[in-house]
Each structure stands twice: as structure tokens, then as C-alpha cells.
């Protein structure tokens, strides 16, 4: 492969320009051309294509977002969409890809390889955390600490009102953002969707004597929580503990954004350089990940159709000291 191409699609992740650069850089110790592709398919179906080279990619591995942009596009979904990408691709000479996303992203390149055969290998890159095929993904570390600081300052204000908050964080589908923040910010109760009547338990700990006359409280609340959203949850504590005074804090977009952390800088720079060399390698429809600590290739298929789980141990753990 002389030339390839390198996007960012679905959800932006703190990371995500670590990666790109680990990507452009380890191609170009290769002696292979990158082109970004800006707003992931759908700049592949409106021709928006802008050559990398090793100096456009100074400055950026402190910055969130991503200087590729992101979309989520539904043009990239229907056959004649992926025909013009598909003839776009070519005429840039691009032979592979590097897609930097989730689930969606590799549902995209693995129809994109099955239709076409442009061969393609995936970094995950989500705040969730909740791809199969690696223990992290790119921008979680840095949005559990983003939850952590905020987790932290509501803390101050519930202590000096003596007052129950929930705090609803980022997790479409997932609890790991929850069960990580909540277990380093000190949570009283962390409700997931991952965890069956978890607001019953939540609501047995509070009519028990088990809280030790505690003035406030910090109850985390993952966005995709089955049992009902955080207002609503919240709605129906209030109607069974009236004397509690709740607030609801919904953190939403701020844990997409800002600087990435070590561990994201790190984990996106390996992973970055681990999928050139896989492409370069002639390996396809492979995302690259870390499982303890080592590097893991899966296929999107199994990536696609495995559901990772939450550590329930951390779970277990979170109600030991939460007590
Ligand atoms: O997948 C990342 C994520 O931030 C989810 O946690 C959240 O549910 C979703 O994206 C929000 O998407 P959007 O930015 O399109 O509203």
C-alpha cells in the first residue's frame, strides 16, 4: 500500500486527535502517503479528502475533538451513497482505511470492504467504553475524570445544603462511564442499565439504617438506565422521600470535550500505530484494541455482535463502600 486513508466517525471521543496523528506519523515512517477524510463517510460522499503529512498533525495530541470533524451519516446507509464513496476513494488512490469510531464505524467499513473491497481496520473511539475487543476505549479515561471533577464540586455544594443529588452521566447504552465515576467520586448509589432494579435497591438503602444519619448524598445515574430517566427517577424519590432535598445535575456534552488524559494520549498513539501496521500488514475487517494490557485484533464482526460487560465485581465493590 503506497497511499491510505485515515477518518473519525460517530461520536467524538478526547483521544481521537492522538490517534490520527499516531496514524499519519506511522505511516509516514513507512513511507506511506494519508489522507484525512473529513467528517467520516459523509466526507467520503461529498469528496472532502485533504492530504496529511507528519506536520499537519503537530500541535494536536493536547487537543479534544477532532481536527478530521465527525458525522454521523445516514447518506453512507443507502447503496447509491456508498457508491459515490466508493468512486471518490478511488480516484484519490486510497487502497485502505483507518476509521477511528464505534460500533457504527465498523459496521460502515466491514459493508464497505463486503461491497466494494477497500480493506479497513477500526480503533475504537468512544467516550462509552462499550466496545467489545478492548478493555478501553479512546476518550473514556479522559471523560470518567471530566465526570470525576464535576462529581467532586457538586459534592461540595449537596455537603453544604445537605442534599441528595443525582447526577446523570454519559453511557447510551452503558454503564462503565457511571461505574467508574461513581466508584472514584464516592457515589452512594450508582444505577446502570446494565444492573437489574437497581432504583429498588437504591430505595431499600435509603429507608434502611444502614446510612449512618448521612447528611448528603451522591447518587450517579447512567444516561441509558433502564428503569426510567434521571428526572423521572428523580421524581419518584422525592414522592418516597419527601424530606430529602434532590437536585438533578445531567453533565451531558462536557465529558465529550477537552484535553485528553495520559492514558488517552497513550492508548490512542498505540492503538493509532497498531492499525497502520496491521493495514500495511494486509489484515481487514480488524479493530485494534488493548486486553490486559496487550494488543488485541478483533474482527468487526465479533466486535459488532458481542456486548462487553460491565465488571461486576466493581459493582460489588461500589455497594461494600458505599455503605
Ligand atoms: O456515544 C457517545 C455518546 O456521547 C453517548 O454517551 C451519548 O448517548 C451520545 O453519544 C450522544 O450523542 P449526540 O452527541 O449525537 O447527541
Redesign the pocket.
Known amino acids: 500500500m503506497k497511499k491510505i486513508g485515515v477518518f473519525t466517525s460517530?461520536?467524538d471521543a478526547p483521544g481521537m486527535n492522538a490517534c490520527i496523528r499516531a496514524v499519519v506519523r506511522s505511516a509516514a515512517y513507512r513511507q506511506v502517503e494519508v489522507v484525512g477524510i473529513k467528517r467520516g463517510y459523509q466526507g467520503m460522499i461529498d469528496n472532502e479528502f485533504v492530504e496529511l503529512q507528519k506536520s499537519d498533525v503537530a500541535n494536536i495530541i493536547q487537543n479534544g475533538g477532532t481536527i478530521l470533524k465527525t458525522a454521523r451519516s445516514k447518506d453512507f446507509m443507502t447503496a447509491e451513497g456508498r457508491k459515490i464513496a466508493f468512486e471518490n476513494i478511488l480516484k484519490q488512490g486510497i487502497e485502505g482505511l483507518v476509521c477511528i469510531g464505534?460500533n457504527g464505524t465498523y459496521t460502515g467499513a466491514g459493508i464497505f470492504f463486503e461491497e466494494y473491497g477497500i480493506p479497513s481496520i477500526g480503533a475504537p473511539g468512544?467516550?462509552?467504553n462499550d466496545l467489545y475487543g478492548t478493555d478501553y476505549t479512546i476518550g473514556f479515561d479522559t471523560a470518567v475524570n471530566t465526570a470525576l471533577d464535576a462529581i467532586d464540586k457538586i459534592r461540595d455544594t449537596a455537603d453544604a445544603h445537605n442534599r441528595v443529588f443525582f447526577i446523570e452521566v454519559?453511557?447510551?447504552d452503558s454503564g462503565f462511564i457511571a461505574l467508574n465515576a461513581g466508584i472514584a467520586g464516592g457515589a452512594e448509589g450508582i444505577l446502570l442499565p446494565e444492573v437489574m432494579n437497581d432504583y429498588e435497591a437504591l430505595k431499600d438503602h435509603f429507608a434502611s439504617n444502614n446510612r449512618r444519619n448521612k447528611e448528603f448524598s451522591i447518587v450517579i445515574v447512567a444516561?441509558g438506565e433502564t428503569e426510567g430517566n434521571t428526572f423521572q427517577l428523580a421524581d419518584k424519590f422525592r414522592a418516597e422521600f419527601p424530606e430529602c432535598d434532590l437536585r438533578v445535575t445531567v453533565l451531558g456534552?462536557i465529558q465529550?470535550g477537552g484535553r485528553p488524559t495520559a492514558n488517552d494520549r497513550i492508548l490512542a498513539s498505540f492503538l493509532g500505530n497498531a492499525a497502520v501496521e496491521s493495514l500495511l500488514a494486509g489484515k481487514t475487517n480488524l479493530c485494534v484494541g488493548v486486553i490486559n494490557h496487550e494488543l488485541a485484533l478483533v474482527s468487526f464482526k465479533d466486535a459488532i455482535n458481542n456486548k462487553k460487560t460491565i465488571d461486576h465485581s466493581l459493582w460489588h465493590l461500589s455497594k461494600i463502600l458505599s455503605c
Do not use: F, K, P, V
Request: hydrophobic letters at 15%; charged letters at 35%; a neutral charge.
Open positions: 460517530g461520536g464505534g468512544t467516550i462509552d454519559m453511557g447510551r444516561e456534552h465529550r
